[in-house]
């Protein structure tokens, strides 16, 4: 069982580059979630998927863009990093979105912008 | 926007100890849950719960929904427990979770 698995575990970006972040998971979820974690914060949402084909902006996504590829996967995109985008990213994935059932998280993204 | 807080925000114990981590939140919810993160590591589910009471192996899950609060204990605590433990909270809107800043646990030998 891999659950939600994200690529690359670590990455090093000069500021302006772009780079993809992917995650895919395999529990036929409807939804997910991209987070991002920054030291003395909570997890916050930058982009959610409610289900395949649908987008929405959560809490912080400036600086940032989403595709829902398919039902499995859900990719990260930042077009032209900057070091305030350094944080670490987790993927996560639910049955629905909004009702009462468990989120399966990703193991992280750790991202370096210098 | 739901305020969800944590405390302590710190926590160094001993060994064996009865470990008591709380969480409050402002607005009522639809669910609340609690993760563990241990370093470099991700994130795992522990509980998700809207009422009462859950228990699993040495922890345990409590809520109150008229006093918005939530508290978990760790019997016989063990320095394999040390890691960061996140509440988080759904109202069943379409946000997610939306996440407290976490208690760092540090259970020493």
């Known amino acids: 069982n891999a659950g939600v698995t994200q690529t690359p575990k670590f990455q090093v970006l000069k500021t302006g580059q772009s780079m993809t972040l992917q995650c895919a998971q395999d529990?036929?979820?409807?939804?997910m979630y991209w987070y991002r974690q920054d030291p003395g914060m909570g997890l916050r949402l930058i982009y959610y998927?409610?289900?395949?084909?649908?987008?929405d902006k959560g809490e912080v996504p400036n600086g940032y863009n989403v595709s829902r590829l398919n039902k499995r996967e859900f990719s990260l995109r930042l077009e032209s990093a900057a070091p305030s985008q350094t944080s670490v990213y987790f993927c996560?994935?639910?049955?629905?979105?909004?009702?009462?059932?468990?989120?399966?998280f990703g193991q992280g993204t750790r991202l370096t912008v210098v | 926007k739901n305020e969800v807080e944590q405390s302590p925000q710190n926590l160094t114990a001993q060994e064996g100890e009865f470990i008591t981590i709380n969480c409050s939140y402002s607005v009522g919810i639809s669910a609340l849950h609690w993760l563990q993160q241990h370093p470099g590591g991700g994130i795992v589910s522990l509980f998700m719960?809207?009422?009462g009471k859950k228990k699993h192996g040495r922890l345990i899950a409590t809520i109150n929904i008229q006093e918005k609060h939530s508290s978990l204990h760790i019997t016989a605590s063990h320095p394999r427990d040390s890691a960061v433990y996140i509440c988080?909270?759904?109202?069943?809107?379409?946000?997610?979770?939306?996440f407290g800043k976490g208690t760092h646990l540090i259970i020493q030998p």
């Open positions: 529990m036929n979820h409807n939804s």
């Open positions: 998927s409610a289900s395949e084909g649908t987008t």
């Open positions: 996560a994935s639910s049955e629905v979105l909004g009702a009462d059932t468990e989120a399966f």
């Open positions: 988080a909270v759904t109202g069943g809107g379409a946000d997610g979770l939306t």
């Open positions: 719960l809207s009422s």
